[in-house]
């Protein structure tokens, strides 16, 4: 038989919705707000930069060593100061082969002295064989072309290297194995290696070993470009997630990491920059955390040093008229630039739609908090009538 509960019952299943509502209200406000507004310190939401504009700033600012790295780079470079901080990432390797240093002193030529260094894996000599002939017509007295290799992991294979080394003297080769996880030990190395031994070259071009590279025309277009104190350019990938990148995905050590967003960096397959920004970076690389992922890396650096990459759609693979494109690791095709990982792009990229999407922040969720609590209450309705 149904007996109507009397009035302290009734109050009490008032009470329980009304806390439970308010949980969720205050839930929903509490997972917005962690979503969209404390993902990133207040005081570093914003950093104002020329022309008044204002762009969100990554918390990889704070990446170890949490220090105003800009000024004290500059204070060290241009007042010759001594850093007060011990190296966190000091260089742990040496040479075991360095060619003759960089002399382009002796030519009337005023254009800019460039540098070519090429990421190479230590196994790829065929690949190192074919660059050099893509190149060997366009080499004046101001350009030099150098290699960058890591070790053999297997005794006895050495030998190819030192027959490399004989003939062209372009190899520069670390102690370090060369793997994956060591790329950015090879990015240390090359920027240390151009402190070193050729601070004369006024630009500087990077790039890996499968990329094809047009020499005449990307000679003239490093030639034309002003020797900025910060200059990097290259194809920039931006508002990137952990989540969005195989690699870091399915890394258990990178499966949680501690920063969710990936700063912005130039894809590490080409890109260009400047004496005076090769110099900042090979000064701070000492005292930012080592990460395995070498333009990552740089993007992190680059971003603590305020340096801020530059666009261009000629070292974009998918454009018909880049100057230096994802090729092939089929040393043939390399020679003629066939390559078609780049001609697959380019077919697909005409079909990608440009959505203008609004942008995910913390107000476009705040304007659609109302209507999760209505989801939320109906849910919480048809749980107690259901009970």
């Not at 190395?189 to 006024?202: E, K, P, T």
């Not at 705040?366 to 209450?377: R, T, V």
Request: aromatic share 12%; glycine share 4%.
């Amino acid at each position: 038989m149904y007996t109507k509960p009397n009035r302290s019952v009734r109050k009490s299943q008032k009470q329980i919705i009304f806390i439970t509502i308010l949980m969720l209200i205050f839930g929903n406000i509490s997972l917005l707000l962690e979503m969209g507004f404390v993902g990133e310190s207040f005081t570093q939401r914003k950093l104002i930069r020329a022309g008044n504009s204002s762009e969100y700033v990554s918390i990889f600012h704070q990446y170890p060593l949490d220090i105003d790295l800009a000024n004290i780079v500059n204070e060290v470079i241009l007042h010759n100061k001594s850093f007060l901080y011990q190296p966190i990432n000091p260089y742990i390797y040496h040479y075991l082969h360095s060619p003759n240093p960089c002399d382009f002193r002796h030519t009337k030529d005023e254009r800019h002295s460039v540098l070519i260094v090429v990421k190479s894996h230590v196994l790829n000599t065929n690949q190192r064989l074919a660059i050099r002939h893509v190149w060997k017509d366009a080499h004046d007295k101001r350009v030099r072309l150098v290699f960058m290799l890591g070790a053999h992991s297997l005794e006895g294979e050495q030998w190819r290297v030192e027959k490399e080394v004989k003939l062209y003297d372009d190899i520069v080769q670390g102690n370090f194995i060369d793997s994956f996880n060591n790329l950015t030990y090879k990015l240390l190395m090359g920027l240390d290696w151009i402190n070193s031994h050729c601070r004369q070259a006024d630009m500087l071009l990077f790039f890996d070993d499968d990329f094809y590279v047009f020499p005449n025309e990307i000679l003239d277009f490093l030639r034309r470009l002003p020797n900025q104190r910060n200059l990097f350019i290259g194809k920039v990938i931006k508002n990137q997630r952990v989540n969005d990148i195989r690699t870091l995905r399915k890394n258990p050590k990178f499966r949680n990491y501690m920063f969710k967003e990936i700063p912005t960096y130039v894809n590490g397959g080409s890109y260009v920059m400047s004496q005076e920004t090769a110099k900042n970076f090979h000064t701070a690389f000492p005292y930012v955390k080592y990460f395995e992922i070498d333009d990552i890396y740089l993007g992190i650096v680059a971003q603590k040093l305020d340096i801020h990459p530059q666009q261009d759609s000629r070292f974009d693979t998918s454009n018909p008229q880049a100057l230096a494109y994802e090729c092939s690791h089929y040393p043939p095709r390399l020679l003629k630039g066939e390559c078609p990982l780049a001609g697959r792009r380019r077919e697909r990229a005409p079909v990608i739609r440009h959505v203008k999407v609004k942008p995910d922040t913390f107000w476009v969720r705040l304007y659609m908090l109302p209507q999760i609590l209505k989801s939320a209450a109906k849910n919480v309705g048809h749980a107690l009538y259901v009970v």
